[in-house]
């Protein structure tokens, strides 16, 4: 596949692992967060960290949605279900993941609630269509990349008076999620986890361009590249930031240019800025509460927020006793770290987001990294 | 979940607001409300049912070139 398979090629993944070993510096340390999901997903697969000489290490960050999403919010969709009887459409990643009172979308499905599974916003306005005596929801989520889609179906349903439709929102920010870990205690202060430099993410910058981490970088002072998610851009993307790192530069670099470029997809923000407002704050798995972190749908469009036209109580569950998904999205624990990784909690029976999503660090361990780290298992 | 595939454009209906694109042997309709100026023989970016941007020739090439300078450099 053209723009694929020629991001795959062995001999220059030897060639750029071999530069990397040269360039990296023995004495120091390179600690390079990956913010994405994609990424991370991509280091296993494709055993890049092995590819690595030790003093370069990922750190696994926040950048998955499924991940990040509160059981609270899963519970109020449940809700939406069980209560008020509506057809809720959502993409596929969300349905195994673990609510509060051992449910989740795919058991209240099996029990007789309607939850759809949808590829695009487009089949749940299609649904929406052909059952126009049922209330029909879409639980959107997803980081910048998977909000535009949700602005096209938002003004498509207002433009059609799709009386019968309408969006619970949970789109979120990557800037003010990163912010939020550069602030973080264990990162300023206690030390715990150092970041050196972050792998910018492929899609999102996409979408809102290159230029919104100038600040990070100026301000925190850690150099930032925007990464593609093939293999070969993740190994660049750490060559770029081991350079900076030995340079004592930190700039915003893309080595992703043949789709992102500095401004973004113009177009695409500015259907998402018609449609969307911040949201004053808004809790995430791991992080907490984050201010300005999160959108909701403006005034224009509140009759098709399903938060305005649904009466659904606030839910505020926690996590399962023992899982470490909050600290494993922080960077601050590795998932090997957690008792409950590959006892209780495997893919097939998941306690925490993390094994659900096949972005999330645990899935990405239990599938290709399980056997590579076994002495801290065995502990 | 923000996972997104390079595929190419091979057919565009006449509103142009939708395009077939081709990925292997597997063709699939998209939206194209989020970007501008398609045309056919172009590849661009599919995520959740929409183009998300068009994908660079020009770009890909210097960044494989990239690559391989990699270990020659210095």
Redesign the interface.
Same mark, same amino acid.
């Given at each position: 596949m053209k723009y694929v398979d020629e991001f795959r090629q062995h001999r220059l993944a030897r060639q750029l692992a071999a530069a990397i070993r040269q360039e990296a510096d023995p004495t120091r340390q390179y600690h390079l967060m990956e913010f994405c999901g994609g990424h991370t997903h991509a280091i296993f697969r494709y055993g890049v960290q092995d590819l690595m000489p030790d003093n370069v290490k990922f750190v696994h960050g926040p950048g998955c949605p499924v991940c990040v999403l509160p059981i609270g919010r899963i519970d109020e969709a449940i809700h939406l279900v069980e209560a008020h009887d509506v057809i809720l459409c959502t993409y596929g990643d969300l349905l195994r993941v673990p609510a509060s009172g051992r449910k989740s979308l795919i058991k209240v499905k099996a029990a007789g609630g309607d939850v759809r599974m949808v590829y695009s916003t487009q089949d749940a306005l299609r649904i929406a269509r052909e059952n126009p005596d049922r209330e029909v929801v879409f639980f959107a989520i997803g980081f910048e990349t998977t909000t535009p889609p949700s602005a096209v179906a938002l003004q498509q349903a207002k433009a059609e008076g799709l009386k019968n439709f309408s969006l619970f929102c949970n789109h979120v920010l990557t800037p003010a999620a990163i912010q939020n870990i550069l602030e973080s205690p264990e990162v300023r202060e206690l030390g715990t986890v150092s970041i050196h430099g972050f792998f910018g993410p492929s899609h999102v910058s996409s979408i809102i361009g290159s230029r919104p981490y100038e600040f990070f970088a100026e301000e925190f002072r850690r150099p930032v590249v925007i990464a593609g998610f093939e293999p070969l851009d993740v190994m660049q993307s750490a060559l770029m930031l081991i350079r900076q790192l030995n340079e004592g530069r930190y700039e915003v670099e893309n080595e992703y240019t043949r789709v992102v470029t500095r401004e973004g997809n113009q177009k695409a923000q500015r259907l998402v800025g018609e449609v969307f407002e911040l949201r004053r704050s808004f809790e995430w798995r791991g992080l907490g509460q984050v201010p300005y972190s999160a959108l909701k749908i403006k005034r224009d469009y509140e009759e098709l927020d399903a938060e305005k036209r649904f009466p659904i109580p606030v839910s505020q569950a926690s996590d399962v006793k023992g899982c470490e998904c909050p600290s494993i999205l922080r960077g601050v624990k590795r998932p090997t770290d957690c008792k409950l990784f590959g006892t209780v909690c495997t893919p097939e029976n998941p306690m925490g987001s993390c094994m659900v999503s096949s972005e999330g660090a645990c899935a990405a361990y239990w599938s290709y990294g399980r056997f590579r780290e076994p002495a801290q298992r065995s502990a | 979940?923000?996972?997104?595939?390079?595929a190419?454009v091979v057919a565009i209906d006449e509103a142009g607001e939708n395009a077939t694109v081709q990925?292997?042997e597997v063709r699939k309709q998209v939206?194209l409300?989020? &970007?501008?100026g398609v045309m056919l023989g172009e =590849?661009v970016?599919i995520? &959740? $049912? =929409?183009a998300?941007?068009k &994908?660079?020739?020009d770009?890909?090439q210097?960044?494989?070139e990239?690559?391989?300078q990699? $270990?020659v450099?210095p």
């Open positions: - | 979940m923000c996972l997104a595939i390079p190419k990925l292997g939206s409300a989020l &970007v501008d =590849y970016l995520h &959740v $049912g =929409y998300l941007n &994908v660079s020739e770009e890909a210097k960044t494989l990239l690559f391989a990699a $270990g450099s």
